[in-house]
């Protein structure tokens, strides 16, 4: 994959720029929930630009900040001049998961109708690994329903490209939380140092 | 079973003579049929058999006494009903000439001193339309010719198969009956390897298709994944010796090979994951870590708005007056750095330093380790070095830079670090706001 160090050189690079943008265009001031919610909005909205509409979770943390008005304005301010095109992006997108959601039902039905078929034909095996298959199928559909609201944009997806995104998504939080982390510190070193 | 087969068809072809008009159209079939098979489609091994049983069934129609062998009996107890679309009009070519030749048919399709290759030839066109073989266009011409002129509409139908989409449903519907019926006789035969091993043997030239996989009811995502053929709507699996050759659970066998292929890179990525081995315990770890790195976000997002009344970030100030040297492995941005022009270089050099930081930091995430870390006295060059992140000329800054890296990549990168003093207290205090 990309090497981790160049992903938070850009992610570093794209949320400077979008917090510079939102501070520099708002002229109050902010209160902490304020404030984090910017540098939490900016922070997702750099890495979702930078994988440039490529992955599905990046389209729909974009898609999710700009549903809700009051985040729209922010989230186009933290874009910058290209937020049309991102957005515009986003939303032919958009179309696509009203049609996954399409999908996602009749995926539904056909699965209904394959377990049915497949329960009729009937297996060979004795009762105690069907129900230890059974349980195992459910523990793990379980946990993929949880992994699935966790992603963003992941409830549409079948497992397959659900791991996947799982897996982008991933590095992006780790990186995320590096460059965070870094900067948090070296703030409050120099908050230290200043003091 | 296939050598008694063959064996079959040369004895019953023997005696007799086909005619030369069968023979004929049998032999321009067979070139084309050849040509296509060479022009690399791919053939799904489990097709052949059933084919080949098909036909035999035909033998024992005329042979007296059925005097087959047991096998035969299975074969023919176990045959199954012919594809409406393809083995039809094969079949009904079989039945028509049959009577005409008598014994000599032998091998139904068979020209006379081509009987088995035209068998096996046959087998592997009739696995061809609906293994849906590919791209070949030519494939698909060339066995759409000879069907035609087969002129049984059964023979219309399987070349009209061939030419259509494969999303269309009918197409998928009819390739999964007949798949599951052929499955079936596969399936209980075990001939699934032998049949794979013909078709490997003849296949050399397609060889390098035969990697990929076959789905029929694949995403089109995947089916778009796939590669190594011009058009690549198809993937081709082979079956495995002793496993079911249905068309489903071939294609749920590609789709868990992916997935646990999928899986090994998210064991590496995530931390902690080596040992656990089922597909649940490790949803369960990748669903514990998400939650951890998403909650780290919201504190540490937290924390600086807290740390930063003004959202003020600026990195330049930062890094000026900050003691954190860019040590790290992380040659990239070493790299990078020697690329770029003064300006740009003044530029990213925070971002590299922060990049490198992280990198660092990345190394060394666990609050355990922080704590671990020995806490050496600085030594001089890198307090030298502390004093340079003040703006620096870029070659000398350069070189420390290299210093540095080539200190820090020789020692252990657990041990002594430059800013040991002062990254103790942070990591206390990282851990004091996050416990």
């Known amino acids: 994959m990309r090497s981790p160090s160049s992903l938070k050189q850009e992610f570093l690079k794209r949320w400077m720029r979008g917090l510079q943008r939102c501070t520099s265009s708002s002229k109050k001031d902010m209160n902490i929930l304020e404030r984090k919610k910017v540098i939490k909005l900016s922070a997702d909205l750099a890495m979702a630009s930078a994988r440039n509409g490529k992955t599905s979770w990046s389209r729909a943390l974009i898609a999710n900040a700009s549903r809700d008005n009051d985040n729209r304005i922010l989230a186009e301010r933290i874009l910058g001049p290209e937020s049309d095109i991102l957005i515009k992006r986003v939303s032919t997108s958009v179309g696509t998961v009203s049609c996954n959601r399409k999908i996602r039902s009749k995926k539904i039905l056909k699965r209904s109708c394959n377990s049915v078929r497949r329960v009729r034909k009937g297996t060979h095996l004795p009762h105690q690994k069907v129900l230890a298959k059974s349980i195992a199928k459910r523990l793990v559909q379980k946990r993929t329903q949880i992994l699935k609201r966790l992603v963003p944009g992941g409830e549409f997806m079948d497992e397959l490209s659900l791991i996947e995104e799982t897996l982008d998504y991933i590095t992006y939080l780790q990186a995320q939380v590096d460059v965070m982390r870094c900067i948090a510190s070296a703030t409050e070193l120099k908050n230290r140092n200043n003091d | ?435």
């Open chain 2, 1 to 435: 079973m296939n050598r008694a087969l063959q064996e079959m068809s040369y004895c019953l072809n023997g005696p007799g003579n086909c005619t030369d008009m069968t023979v004929l159209e049998r032999q321009r079939a067979r070139v084309r049929w050849q040509q296509s098979y060479f022009g690399g489609c791919d053939f799904g091994g489990v097709f052949s058999e059933p084919s080949q049983a098909d036909q035999v069934g035909n033998f024992q129609d005329l042979v007296v006494g059925g005097d087959g062998s047991s096998v035969l009996d299975d074969v023919l107890t176990h045959s199954v009903k012919p594809d409406p679309g393809l083995e039809s009009g094969w079949l009904e070519l079989g039945r028509l000439e049959l009577p005409k030749m008598g014994f000599g048919s032998g091998g139904s399709m068979n020209g006379s001193p081509t009987g088995l290759e035209m068998n096996s030839s046959i087998s592997k066109t009739s696995s061809c339309p609906p293994t849906e073989a590919q791209s070949a266009p030519e494939a698909k011409g060339k066995v759409s010719v000879p069907a035609e002129k087969m002129s049984s509409a059964a023979g219309r139908d399987s070349s009209k198969k061939r030419k259509a989409d494969k999303m269309q449903n009918t197409k998928v519907f009819a390739e999964d009956d007949a798949k599951d019926k052929r499955s079936k006789a596969c399936a209980e035969e075990g001939e699934s390897k032998i049949t794979t091993e013909q078709a490997r043997t003849k296949n050399n030239t397609s060889t390098p298709t035969t990697n990929n996989r076959e789905t029929s009811a694949d995403s089109p995502k995947e089916n778009s994944k796939a590669s190594e053929v011009q058009k690549p709507d198809y993937i081709h699996v082979r079956a495995r010796r002793g496993q079911a050759t249905d068309s489903h659970s071939l294609a749920e066998r590609v789709r868990r090979e992916k997935i646990s292929e999928r899986m090994k890179y998210l064991q590496d990525l995530v931390p902690g994951c080596n040992k656990i081995t089922g597909k649940a315990g490790m949803l369960d770890e990748i669903i514990n870590y998400v939650q951890s790195l998403q909650r780290q976000v919201e504190f540490l997002s937290m924390k600086l708005a807290a740390v930063n009344p003004r959202l003020d970030f600026n990195i330049d100030d930062l890094f000026a007056k900050e003691t954190i040297p860019a040590c790290s492995a992380d040659f990239p941005t070493i790299g990078m750095s020697s690329e770029m022009t003064n300006p740009a270089y003044l530029q990213f050099n925070p971002v590299q330093q922060v990049a490198a930081c992280c990198g660092f930091e990345m190394g060394l995430n666990s609050p355990d380790m922080a704590l671990r870390r020995p806490l050496s006295a600085l030594p001089e060059p890198y307090l030298d070095a502390s004093c340079f992140t003040q703006l620096q000329p870029p070659p000398t800054w350069d070189a420390d830079l290299q210093n540095l890296l080539n200190l820090e990549f020789h020692q252990e990168k657990s041990i002594s670090f430059p800013y040991q003093p002062f990254t103790g207290s942070i990591e206390a205090s990282n851990l004091k706001m996050e416990i």
